[in-house]
């Protein structure tokens, strides 16, 4: 009998951009926010979540991602800005946007959506938006308090990093919160 592992696509990103990242999480924390702050090495660029999955759904997985990012050449983006999900009064999500080749991104992950899709993942019913979840809130924050944590970032831009591959996650979730295993890399193979 199998075992159902919870999973997601993602893009790592390097070790010096996370710790840029990391320093936005600090400053904003010493404002005192009520916010559950994602565990800054566990930091990445969602690119479609799977959900429960089948363990030996996994190289088939795979097997489509190698299909979806086919004739995809690596891409540059950057972090850019703070903002909020849905909105400064009802924020629910605080996260780091993105610069750079946005729509080759967009592309890529659309073909991941679509490939997926032939083999029974549906379609989210949100449009993508490629950001970088910093924490998410607890509760309320009174949006004046919240802009003004934000205000101090809202230039703020990180050194830009290069995307040449997908990552297919296993996401185990602890009372310390998640702790991500790298089940499979795909390569975008270039043009």
Not at 77 to 88: D, E, I, Q, R, T
């Amino acid at each position: 009998m199998s075992k159902s592992i919870r999973s997601f696509i993602a893009v790592k990103l390097p070790e010096t951009v996370l710790a840029a990242i990391g320093g936005v999480q600090e400053r904003m924390a010493a404002c005192g926010l009520n916010v559950r702050w994602v565990t800054t090495g566990n930091i990445h660029l969602t690119l479609k979540f799977l959900g429960e999955v089948d363990e030996e759904e996994v190289d088939g997985i795979a097997a489509v991602l190698t299909e979806a990012v086919h004739g995809f050449a690596p891409l540059r983006l950057a972090p850019a800005g703070v903002g909020v999900f849905p909105s400064v009064k009802r924020a629910r999500v605080i996260w780091v946007g993105l610069s750079g080749q946005l729509p080759e991104l967009a592309a890529l992950q659309r073909s991941i959506e679509d490939r997926l899709a032939t083999i029974g993942y549906p379609h989210e019913k949100r449009p993508f938006s490629g950001h970088l979840t910093l924490g998410r809130v607890k509760g309320l924050i009174a949006a004046s308090r919240l802009t003004t944590a934000m205000g101090a970032f809202i230039d703020f831009a990180s050194e830009t990093f290069e995307v040449d591959r997908v990552v297919l996650f296993k996401s185990d979730l602890r009372p310390t919160g998640a702790a991500y295993t790298e089940l499979r890399q795909i390569t975008l193979p270039g043009q």
